[in-house]
């Protein structure tokens, strides 16, 4: 009987500790509902706190500035398998637990991420992966929070670089036209992604030369 006791005792705490790893917490702020799904029992309050205030802090300025209809329930997930940095799909996010205890610095993973739930392309959108993620990029660099505690800058233009490199090339690319050819391009060039108007054609409709020729005056100068 003993033994019978000791191990259903054991079998409880398991499941009391995988209910706690797995637990689930909803937060409403701002016109927003965030439920924030934890699977880590040993993840940081310290950091949780911040991923949150960082959602609340930049998801209404992303929403103001491109998509007053974005979705007003996200989901964060902070994930013990999942191997990459973050991954966002209908929603919901989620965090790699180990890199974000690793970079608990990296605050502005989720100012990128939830970006990508305000573009809301569509899974048949036509535009190139490159720019949707330059975008997101972008969109870090003018409101993410805490990039410099990241060490998260753009990079310096190189000769063997291609404004398909995505992310933060392709952002610093977008900063450039936007300060020297045409100012709000970004806002532009994510509504028609959204609306699926989007072409090869719109860069020389929005600037007046096509994106290879935008490109081959930006390497000529690329001073931001």
């Not at 005792?9 to 799904?37: C, D, P, R, W």
């Not at 959602?55 to 007003?72: D, I, M, R």
């Not at 989720?110 to 809301?120: G, K, L, R």
């Not at 800058?153 to 036209?177: C, D, G």
Request: cysteine-free.
């Amino acid at each position: 009987m003993k033994k019978v006791f000791l191990l259903g005792a054991f079998i409880a705490l398991v499941f009391a500790e995988k209910s706690h790893a797995q637990s689930a917490e909803v937060f409403n702020k701002k016109g927003y509902k965030l439920t924030f799904e934890n699977q880590d029992a040993a993840f940081s309050p310290e950091l949780k706190t911040k991923l949150i205030e960082t959602f609340y802090e930049v998801y209404p300025k992303l929403a103001k500035e491109y998509n007053k209809k974005t979705a007003k329930s996200v989901t964060f997930v902070i994930d013990t398998a999942y191997d990459g940095v973050a991954a966002t799909d209908n929603g919901r996010v989620v965090f790699s637990s180990k890199y974000m205890t690793k970079h608990s610095h990296d605050i502005d993973v989720v100012t990128h991420e939830v970006m990508h739930i305000v573009q809301d392309y569509g899974h048949d959108n036509n535009g190139p992966g490159w720019l949707t993620e330059g975008i997101a990029d972008y969109a870090r660099y003018k409101f993410g929070v805490d990039n410099p505690g990241a060490k998260w800058t753009l990079p310096a233009f190189k000769p063997t670089q291609s404004y398909e490199n995505s992310y933060r090339i392709t952002a610093r690319f977008l900063v450039w036209i936007e300060k020297g050819i045409k100012p709000n391009l970004v806002k532009d060039l994510d509504k028609q992604l959204r609306e699926h108007t989007f072409t090869n054609d719109s860069w020389k409709k929005e600037t007046g030369k096509t994106l290879d020729e935008l490109w081959t005056a930006y390497a000529a100068n690329p001073t931001i």
